[in-house]
């Protein structure tokens, strides 16, 4: 062994061991005349990154860099190293200085170049920047400053493996993307954890396509985001360090930024990081544990790496066990490796298409689009149908509003696939929906074929009645309600108690009859289409008008809502709370009975452009407080404590005096006496009402629904949904601008335009602040239903100040390595969604 230079020591003892009193340091900047040399650093001014020289000393090979690091963290501290292909061998007279031309150059005992900072070379040098001064700064961003203060050349514009955040002032470092040259940043993973040179795993945009991100392994993709479409800024609440990170996705002029960061400053050491094995990771330093945690970590499946499911097969992210699915039409290749899980093959369409001859599209909600697209400018909806219709080698298309980030000024964007469909995914709440192309025949055979496609799915527009009506009982109707209510509470019931109740007060009413009273479930006769199935109007013999849900047949989910909302609606009797009227089980129909009313839901009401002026303020008031009435009965004044789970405007009917009703039990939960919160592994509701503890780790309590009234609080007031296009560029959500205008004390701005006149200002400012109370991030915090209910009904009452609520956006630009793998490996739960909007 050869014995080391002392210094060389030193800086060694230095840089393994924070905090070493007697490492050399230079301030935070290097000047001309001070070389740096082994042995001392230079540190930013808040004591947080040091540049210098270093070794990894678990390698076995002594090789030396220039690098920086955050001085307070003993282990996998590098955030930059400038030679990290060329090590020096031989520290002991290696410089970092200053260039006559005024670039830094490092070179070696012997006097050899290894790296530099080039500046000359691009012809910014000269008397310019004579007299340079490189300065590292508190973010961790090197800087070579020209005597007037120019900057030169920085370090976070050659990003190594690792992404700086941004923090409240303090800028981080960008992934940029140059449109019209294709230039565009990557992170480069290190080779091993002791070896610092460029390793296999890339991440950064496509630059062909680049409104997609990829890892690479390699020239080969190896994992793949989804799709940008819009400037995004996508917040996730990170209840470790008690704040939101954003991810952010710019577009100025010709160029597209990629950063992430935290709205307060330095409250948490944070990176981004592309590590030797392919996973890109968003970490934050934990001091107690003196370790670093993952926040987000990816791929984390199998099934999330690139085409891991074969062509025309795709991931199904929706189900507790991630795996390959193949699109309905299609069946696998190979059936024997498939149900060896080795999904390569892929899948084959099970009838031909018939190209010009009645071909359809069948459509699939929240999906990450394959790869590989035709993107074809300037299309309307109809006329990026007839572009795929025409050519017979289009096998899918996926149509979306671009506004935002329009390129060209053309909002439109039609993407087109030809042949094999690879790399899909569905996932949670997000993505886009991709129509895909079958043959129109297989309609005859019960699938939901699209040949025209329809507007988004209205949810469900069921009306239901204020007055109970007393029904008799069909012929051996007694005898039948008890088999088949027996048969309702066998299988293992999903609420957390079990509820024995022979007393079956509803009605069974007969599948003929129903047939009789929705004219054999004609179309004419639909109302709408649920999360479970459609509803019919219907008109029994004594024409009593009713509305008849249908649920989907053979649907596994259908079972246990029908059950649970059978059970649970015999339970609750309150004015505002929607009324079973019966139920009928035929064969595999089941089917739920309510009474029929006119005025559909609020969701209907309120959201339509002309039907909403019959909402004036009084009413939407009394509305309010109705549905505070109703949930209150359901969290604490019923007999049983219930969680509704799926609170929202489709959920909210309204009778003829627009007295509103809570509906759809289907996915209630009853809570023992005693319960506080639950776990659960299936996570359903509707994406942009559920609370963020109930989307990430699948706990729901009583304020999960607090949250999602808050939600609803907002949409009344404001007469937008909470998931309509951004207000304003800058908001999220009507979340982030409620909260940013009652913060600037301009409340009043949110409040929706036709009922600004007539109303009583105090009432709806008074509404939004409760709304905001409501949604805050902290479940503690947001008030109980019976303090909502009396702040309702008492404006006497002084409210609480609000703290800045979480921010959630359907898109996730950080989908691939980050939120949506979050979702899935934190209790690798799921989430169905049961409605696209
Ligand atoms: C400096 O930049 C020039 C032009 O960009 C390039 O040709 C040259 O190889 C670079 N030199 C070093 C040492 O990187
Ligand atoms: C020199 O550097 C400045 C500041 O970074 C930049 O604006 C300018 O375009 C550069 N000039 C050349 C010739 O690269
Ligand atoms: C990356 O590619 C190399 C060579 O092609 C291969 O040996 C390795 O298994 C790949 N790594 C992963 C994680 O797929
Ligand atoms: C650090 O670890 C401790 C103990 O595991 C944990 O309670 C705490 O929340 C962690 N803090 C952060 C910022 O991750
Ligand atoms: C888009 O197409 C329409 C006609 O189809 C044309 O009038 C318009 O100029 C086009 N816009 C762009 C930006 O190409
Ligand atoms: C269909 O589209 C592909 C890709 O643009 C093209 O190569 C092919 O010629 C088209 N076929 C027809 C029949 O238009
Ligand atoms: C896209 O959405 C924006 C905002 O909602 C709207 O103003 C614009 O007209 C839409 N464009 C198209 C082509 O649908």
Not at 171 to 194: D, E, F, V, Y
Not at 615 to 627: A, C, M, S
Not at 642 to 649: E, G, P, Q, T
Not at 700 to 716: A, M, R
Request: charged share 20%.
């Amino acid at each position: 062994m050869d014995p080391l230079p002392l210094h060389t020591i030193i800086w060694l003892v230095c840089w393994s061991f924070w905090l070493f009193p007697f490492c050399a340091s230079s301030g935070s900047r290097l000047l001309p005349d001070k070389p740096l040399s082994a042995g001392s650093t230079i540190t930013s001014d808040d004591g947080t990154f040091a540049l210098g020289f270093f070794s990894l000393s678990s390698s076995s090979t002594k090789h030396y860099y220039v690098g920086i690091w955050y001085k307070n963290i003993p282990e996998d501290n590098c955030v930059w190293v400038a030679n990290r292909a060329m090590p020096i061998t031989d520290p002991s007279s290696a410089t970092l200085a200053f260039t006559s031309e005024s670039d830094l150059a490092l070179s070696d005992t012997n006097g050899q170049l290894l790296w530099t900072t080039n500046i000359s070379a691009a012809g910014n040098s000269s008397s310019e920047a004579t007299g340079g001064i490189a300065t590292l700064e508190n973010n961790g961003n090197f800087i070579l400053q020209s005597s007037h203060g120019i900057i030169l050349w920085q370090s976070f514009d050659y990003p190594t493996d690792t992404l700086l955040p941004h923090m409240n002032l303090l800028p981080g470092m960008n992934l940029r993307l140059t449109h019209k040259t294709h230039a565009l940043q990557r992170l480069i993973s290190w080779r091993s954890p002791q070896d610092p040179s460029p390793g296999n795993f890339l991440y950064g945009a496509d630059p062909d396509e680049f409104r997609q991100r990829f890892i690479w392994n390699g020239s080969t993709p190896y994992m793949r985001g989804s799709i940008w479409n819009k400037n995004l800024v996508v917040g996730q609440y990170v209840e470790s360090i008690k704040s939101t990170i954003y991810y952010e996705l710019r577009t100025i002029d010709d160029e597209i930024y990629a950063s992430f960061g935290l709205p307060v400053p330095g409250v948490s050491l944070l990176q981004m990081k592309i590590d030797y094995s392919g996973k890109i990771k968003t970490r934050v330093w934990n001091s107690s544990r003196s370790k670093w945690t993952d926040l987000w970590s990816g791929p984390n499946q199998e099934c999330n790496k690139f085409g891991y499911c074969g062509p025309f097969g795709y991931c199904d992210n929706t189900q507790p066990i991630v795996t390959c699915k193949c699109l309905d039409g299609f069946e696998p290749n190979n059936k024997q490796d498939w149900t060896a899980s080795r999904f390569s093959q892929g899948c084959h369409r099970m009838e031909a298409l018939r190209c010009g001859q009645g071909d359809g599209f069948l459509n699939m909600l929240t999906m990450k689009v394959p790869s590989q697209f035709l993107y074809v400018k300037n299309r309307s909806l109809d006329e990026c149908i007839a572009e795929c219709t025409s050519n017979c080698s289009c096998t899918a298309f996926t149509y979306t509003n671009m506004s935002i980030d329009a390129i060209n000024g053309d909002e439109t964007r039609c993407l087109l696939w030809i042949g094999d469909l690879i790399d899909m995914e569905k996932l949670i709440g997000q993505g886009e929906t991709l129509y895909i192309r079958v043959n129109g025949l297989s309609d005859k055979k019960g699938k939901s074929i699209v040949l025209k496609i329809t507007l988004p799915v209205v949810s469900s527009l069921l009306m239901i009645i204020c007055v109970w009506l007393v029904w008799i009982c069909n012929l051996g109707g007694k005898q039948r309600n008890k088999k088949i209510w027996k048969k309702l509470m066998s299988g293992t019931l999903s609420t957390s108690v079990e509820l024995r109740d022979g007393n079956m007060k509803y009605p069974f009413i007969s599948f003929k009859e129903i047939i009789l009273a929705t004219n054999n479930f004609s179309s004419s006769n639909m109302l709408g289409h649920g999360g479970f199935g459609n509803v019919y109007k219907g008109t029994l013999e004594d024409s009593t008008e009713i509305a008849v849900k249908r649920l989907s047949k053979g649907s596994g989910q259908g079972v246990m809502e029908f059950r649970n909302e059978v059970i649970l609606i015999a339970k609750l009797q309150h004015q505002n709370l929607v009324r079973l009227l019966g139920f009928c089980i035929h064969g595999d129909e089941k089917l739920l009975i309510y009474e029929y009313l006119s005025n559909k839901s609020l969701h209907a009401m309120l959201f339509d452009a002309t039907r909403k002026s019959m909402l004036d303020w009084p009413i939407r008031f009394e509305i309010i407080k109705g549905v505070a009435r109703g949930l209150l009965y359901l969290h604490q004044d019923s007999r049983l404590k219930i969680i509704h789970r799926d609170l929202k405007a489709s959920n909210i009917l309204l009778d003829a005096e627009m007295c509103p009703k809570i509906s759809d039990f289907g996915m209630a939960r009853i809570f023992g006496g005693n319960q506080q919160q639950e776990n659960t592994n299936r996570v359903v509701g509707t994406y942009g009402y559920m609370s963020p503890e109930y989307v990430l780790k699948g706990v729901f309590s009583v304020k999960s629904d607090v949250y999602s009234f808050g939600v609803l609080l907002l949409e009344i007031v404001s007469g937008s949904k909470i998931s309509s296009v951004l207000l304003k560029a800058d908001f999220s959500s009507i979340i982030a601008y409620a909260w940013s205008l009652w913060k600037d004390g301009n409340t009043k701005d949110f409040v929706d335009s036709p009922i600004v006149g007539g109303c009583s200002l105090d009432e709806t400012l008074r509404c939004i602040h409760i709304g905001l109370l409501c949604v805050q991030g902290s479940p503690n915090a947001r008030p109980l239903m019976s303090s909502i209910v009396s702040f309702l009904e008492n404006g006497d009452i002084s409210l609480p100040t609000p703290k800045e609520p979480m921010y959630f956006v359907e898109n996730n630009y950080c989908a691939d390595g980050a939120a949506e793998n979050t979702v899935n490996s934190a209790n690798t739960m799921s989430i169905t969604v049961l409605e696209g909007r």
